[in-house]
């Protein structure tokens, strides 16, 4: 049985999917192969170059007698391969025409073939031609898969029906039409020499900002208009968009390989984690031409997107039966076209333009005329010269309360003609002059879900026939039917057996996983019922088109021109091009680099340079010393002669150390090279030094220096020779540094070398010093004393080992600093942070530095932060720790005591951050942290104002102590008032509190609590009385949809039995204090779940509110629906009570607080 393998994973069908033939002798047949997706990525062949196309004939006579299973054509010849056509006249074990393509010499062919074609096969109507029957698909030809086609082709019985028109005269026409390419290898795969054009790289999540970007540099007026900015020699690409943007344009345009984007998003302001979250491409496209917008004004190109981009509609509402009509002009420079329920473009358009009734109760207020029958809708003034449409794939489904994507089968045409049917999409204002026909520019697919996926797009930048497919780095060239067609959507046809047996594509995220069975899995199939792998089955194709570019036919020569060097400044050529050398030169020394090899040479002067300022441990940093890079072939001699040009120190009087690192990971000189190895090629010798792959060769150079400090012959050192470097300690100074090295014996000891030290330190020859060796430093500082009278050997000091020295200090001088010894020095640099520390409110803005210590406990850092700010009690500071992915504080604050070091409080996954934030209590954090805060607005009864109250009570209390504690802070209306306690989010009343619910769990920081007196009439309610939610509303139309918005302060309402909406609306009106010209233009509705159902005065409101709640009863509410023209009310923050025991700013401010955001803290 033959094992398959998937079509290529970037091709779509629209018909019933492909399968290599088989007899079905030994079992049933393997079936159509299916790819949900375009993961091109995954697979390494593609197609590429033009193909090689032909159409070969089959005319078959006295078909029905065909007696034999299978029936081959003659052979025909395309792209210089033998194919012929193979059918089963009978079906291949199923009740349907089967037929394949075959390759004819595949038995002859040498190992190793393959070849890829795109191909249709078609069974001729000779009645009606229209309705003949073609499919279409592609496949890679091997020596495993000769054969490629469709099982089910067509239904026997009507293949076999006279009356069908495919059979007339027993004759059956079939026709194959072959088109044949050259393979594509991913990995060698050269995008500019194929199709003269490069890619974007994709930075972990940024493939649709790069086929947005692709597609705003393919409109060259646009990428001119970006050239003819002004920025200057001196900006940064980082920190300028314009910049960055020509950068990024002019690399696409001259560069040889795929261009990054980073310096793009930096110029965004994303980090790391920005490029590595997808984001809405129709938001970016509008920030990005915003943004753009602005930096052109007053500059020769202001106005450029406005030109390019902006189109007018106009909003209208038009009485029927009055002579009334409300206009509306409004801009755009993209328009959302609705997909689900749409077939195509047009009808898009024909729903766009949809003119909505307003009658009944949904009548329109119309100026001096009262509520009257209109027609509302949307018609268009102006097109422009570039059309962008965002296609609705994603859409909040309410039934499933989540998004989903519209995957339904969506067309659109190469030449989009909006002027049609006498220009119905047109406002009586447009000018007909200008013809509105458009030639599609730019198709860009989402492929996957609404989790996750991939982003690519295909353009056709001159709009000839040629089309282009960019996916990111690569970029394709492909046929008009991969950029239309296959992106429409919709289903494709299957079997079962694909969903068990066959390679499948599942989303995880923004990866495409792909499943390919195991000839174990395939062997599981049964054997006995030859139904099974025919039984049909449809799936969704999830790759499609959701944005369309249109360019007006009458703008494309305008728009399609042409940009050369002279459109770019000369400041950024020069840089750009001075870049490309750059890369070029890294790119040769790259190339080679297996040449060469870089030798480090450090000296006694990079060790007095480096310690004690760059390093406090071992040595030297190797990365900022001298480094020479030597071909490998060199005698080593000849690099020696290199140093003595570069230092000046002749070769006789050079001698070089090998570096090694030891066990405990210091790094240190170990052993002179010998006259052998120094004979050697500097290729030899680099492999003797470190077993390291393309490792540095590092060495230290000593040189002796005679009296008149003039160099002179290096020593002889025996075995008994031991090379000692030497760092002195200041501890008053808190200084380190590096005074030299000597040669001692390995018998000796410390004691004889004190006078050496004392004058290589300054001081006088009988100054007490206190002796030290510096062992290691990691993972913790090991520095140990080391006796005067014990010899170098048994103190195991050998060549490489680093003596630390100071002056002997008298006890009573200890006290007097801060690390009396070096290896509390030692220690404290080995752990020392510089810590910034930010306020909680300002979390962008450093207020001060402190250099802490990581091993400092929670009580050291808060009595550090506590004296810089002046505070006596370190018990009210309050730290939060940095997120270093979002860069903002992390939610929860750090509990008292609750982390053991700074280090714990630093530290954030796997990453290590220098940011703490701070906040100053009213009381000890111990205190606070047994206490619950909640900010309650205190709505009075009688006055119009709110002021929000912090209550501060222990987390074991209740709302009925809540209530209690506020009755001390308010003003009542009357001595016996009782309060209640609500929950409101986004205008609507979520719930009403218990007096005996514990407030640890409320919620404050999301939810708005409000307290309120209870009405005297709510305390008495009649049993056929309803307490009824009452909320404002207002209906906005986006994209010609209704939503209903909500605004003001909610509230409720008692309603009886029998009474009107009359009634109820004197009430309203009363209890809000409504002028009567302004209530007048209220509307009222019952709504439930959003959809508003209009009143008459005459209704009986009650009647509405006895259905039993199905979802809550924030849902079903009396509306009153009117402008929200009232100005935002003044809300008082006493703030007598600190907000999150916060430093108090004051006793009262005046707050205009957000009425539809999320108040949060990050």
């Not at 067509?154 to 069908?164: A, C, E, I, K, T």
């Not at 059956?172 to 054009?197: H, M, N, P, Q």
């Not at 001692?744 to 300054?762: D, H, R, W």
């Not at 954030?908 to 100053?920: A, F, G, K, P, T």
């Amino acid at each position: 049985m033959t094992l398959m393998t998937p079509a290529p994973l970037d091709q779509q069908e629209d018909e019933e999917m492909l399968v290599p033939h088989s007899d079905l002798v030994e079992g049933p047949q393997p079936m159509e192969v299916v790819a949900q997706a375009d993961a091109s990525s995954a697979v390494e062949n593609q197609p590429v170059e033009d193909p090689q196309t032909s159409r070969f004939t089959w005319t078959i006579e006295n078909f029905s007698r065909l007696n034999t299973k299978k029936h081959y054509s003659e052979i025909f010849v395309v792209g210089g391969f033998k194919w012929r056509v193979l059918i089963f006249p009978k079906g291949n074990n199923v009740d349907h025409l089967s037929m394949y393509l075959d390759v004819a010499d595949s038995a002859t062919l040498p190992y190793g073939w393959s070849r890829y074609a795109q191909f249709s096969l078609s069974v001729v109507n000779q009645i009606h031609n229209k309705y003949s029957i073609r499919k279409d698909t592609q496949h890679q030809f091997n020596a495993r898969e000769s054969d490629w086609g469709f099982t089910s082709f067509m239904p026997l019985s009507d293949l076999y029906d006279p009356g069908r028109g495919y059979l007339v005269n027993d004759t059956c026409i079939i026709e194959a039409e072959v088109a044949v390419r050259k393979i594509l290898d991913y990995w060698t795969y050269d995008s500019k020499k194929e199709t003269g054009f490069v890619g974007l790289k994709n930075q972990g999540a940024t493939c649709y900002m790069n086929s947005l970007l692709q597609t705003l540099y393919h409109i060259p007026y646009f990428r001119k208009a970006v050239y003819h900015m002004p920025t200057t020699e001196n900006d940064m690409p980082s920190g300028s968009i314009p910049l960055a943007l020509q950068s990024l344009f002019y690399k696409l345009q001259y560069n040889d390989n795929s261009v990054a984007t980073k310096e793009l998003t930096k110029s965004f302001g994303w980090d790391t984690y920005d490029s590595f979250m997808q984001h809405d491409v129709q938001e970016l496209n509008r920030v990005l031409c915003e943004k753009l917008e602005d930096k052109m004004k007053g500059t020769v190109v202001e106005g450029t997107i406005q030109q390019l981009f902006e189109g007018h509609h106009m909003n209208y509402i038009e009485c029927i039966n009055v002579d009334y009509k409300s206009t509306r002009k409004e801009s755009f420079y993209d328009l959302q076209l609705d997909v689900k329920g749409c077939r195509d473009v047009y009808a898009s358009f024909d729903k766009y333009v949809e003119v909505e009734r307003l009658e009944g109760d949904n009548r329109y207020q119309a100026e001096n005329h009262g509520l009257q029958d209109a027609k509302k809708g949307v018609l268009f003034i102006d097109f422009p010269p570039v059309l962008q449409l965002q296609l609705k794939r994603f859409e909040y489904d309410f039934m499933r309360d989540t998004m989903v994507k519209i995957n339904d089968r969506y067309e659109f045409p190469l030449q989009l003609d909006l002027d049609r049917e006498n220009g119905k999409y047109l406002s009586p204002d447009a000018d007909r002059s200008v013809r509105n026909l458009y030639t599609l520019h730019s198709v860009l697919v989402h492929s996957g879900g609404v989790h996750g996926g991939h982003y690519y797009a295909f353009i056709r930048p001159t709009l000839s026939d040629q089309w282009f497919k960019f996916d990111d780095e690569r970029v394709t060239k492909e046929d008009t039917r991969r950029a239309l067609e296959e992106q429409y959507g919709g289903e494709e046809e299957a079997c079962l057996y694909q969903c068990f047996f066959t390679p499948s594509t599942l989303f995880l995220g923004n990866c495409v996983l792909i499943w390919l069975p195991s000839p174990a899995c395939m062997k599981q199939l049964p054997q006995t019922n030859p139904g099974f792998n025919n039984t049909p089955f449809k799936f969704t194709k999830y790759s499609n088109a959701y944005m369309l570019v249109y360019i007006r036919e009458s703008d494309k020569e305008k728009i399609i021109c042409n940009v050369d060097e002279k459109d770019i400044a000369e400041h950024l050529r020069i840089r750009l091009k001075k870049e490309q050398e750059e890369k070029e030169d890294k790119r040769k020394y790259k190339a080679q680099a297996h040449l060469f090899t870089i030798i480090k040479v450090a000296r006694d002067e990079d060790l007095a340079e480096q310690i004690g300022k760059d390093i406090y441990f071992d040595l030297v940093d190797h990365d900022k010393v001298r480094s020479f890079r030597i071909q490998k072939q060199w005698p080593f001699t000849l690099f020696k002669e290199e140093v003595a040009k570069e230092f000046g120190i002749p070769v006789q009087y050079q001698r070089f150390w090998i570096w090694a690192k030891r066990q405990n990971h210091t790094y240190r000189p170990n052993r002179p090279l010998t006259p052998q190895e120094e004979a050697q090629s500097v290729g030899q010798l680099r492999e003797v030094s470190t077993k390291v792959n393309n490792a540095d060769l590092k060495l230290f150079l000593e040189v002796e220096l005679g009296p008149d400090l003039r160099p002179i012959p290096p020593p002889e050192k025996t075995k008994e020779d031991i090379l000692l470097f030497f760092k002195l300690y200041d501890p008053e100074k808190e200084e380190l540094r590096y005074v030299g090295r000597l040669f001692v014996k390995s018998s000796g000891k410390p004691i004889e070398i004190l006078t050496k030290l004392n004058e290589m330190a300054g001081f006088a020859p009988d100054e007490e010093i206190e002796l030290y060796e510096e062992i290691k430093f990691e993972p913790c500082v090991m520095c140990e004393h080391l006796a005067k009278r014990t010899s170098f050997r048994f103190s195991q000091i050998e060549d490489g080992d680093i003596i630390c020295f100071q002056k002997s200090a008298p006890p009573e001088s200890e006290e007097q600093c801060r690390y009396s010894d070096v290896t509390s020095f030692l220690e404290y640099v080995q752990n020392r942070q510089v810590v910034h520390f930010r306020a909680l409110e300002r979390p962008k803005e450093d207020d001060f530095c402190l250099e802490l210590s990581k091993l400092h406990n929670y009580d050291d850092v808060v009595e550090r932060v506590a004296r810089r700010l002046g505070l006596d009690d370190p018990s009210k500071i309050r730290l939060t720790s940095h997120n270093c992915y979002s860069q903002q504080p992390k939610p929860q604050p750090i509990k008292y005591r609750g982390v053991e070091h700074l280090s714990d409080m630093l530290v954030h996954y796997n990453q290590s951050s220098d940011i703490l934030y701070y906040e100053v209590l009213d009381i000890p954090l111990p205190e606070l942290q047994g206490l619950k805060n909640l900010k309650v607005a205190f709505h009075h009864a009688t006055k119009d104002d709110v002021i929000i109250h912090n209550i501060r009570l222990p987390k074991q209390s209740t709302v009925g102590d809540v209530i209690n504690e506020l009755k001390t802070k308010v003003e009542l209306s009357h001595p016996n008032a009782e309060l209640r306690l609500l929950e409101v989010f986004y205008h609507k009343i979520y719930k009403i509190f218990p007096p005996s619910e514990k407030i640890e769990n409320i919620n404050d920081q999301y939810w708005t609590l409000r307290a309120e007196e209870i009405p005297e009439e709510e305390k008495n309610l009649g049993p056929h009385d309803r307490l009824i939610h009452v909320y404002h509303f207002t209906k906005e139309t986006v994209q010609n949809q209704m939503q209903v918005q909500n605004f003001g302060e909610p509230f409720f309402l008692i309603i009886h039995e029998g009474e009107t909406l009359a009634e109820v609306k004197e009430r309203i009106q009363k209890k809000l204090q409504v002028p009567d010209e302004e209530f007048s233009k209220w509307k009222f509705a019952f709504l439930s779940l959003g959809r508003p159902e209009y009143l008459q005065d005459s209704d009986i409101v009650s009647s509405r509110f006895q259905r039993r709640d199905v979802y809550g009863a924030w849902e079903q509410y009396l509306g009153l629906e009117h402008s929200d023209t009232a100005p935002k009310r003044a809300y008082a923050a006493n703030q007598c009570s600190k907000t999150d025991g916060t430093q108090s700013l004051g006793s009262e401010t005046f707050l205009h607080l957000p009425s539809n955001r999320l108040l949060k803290r990050e």
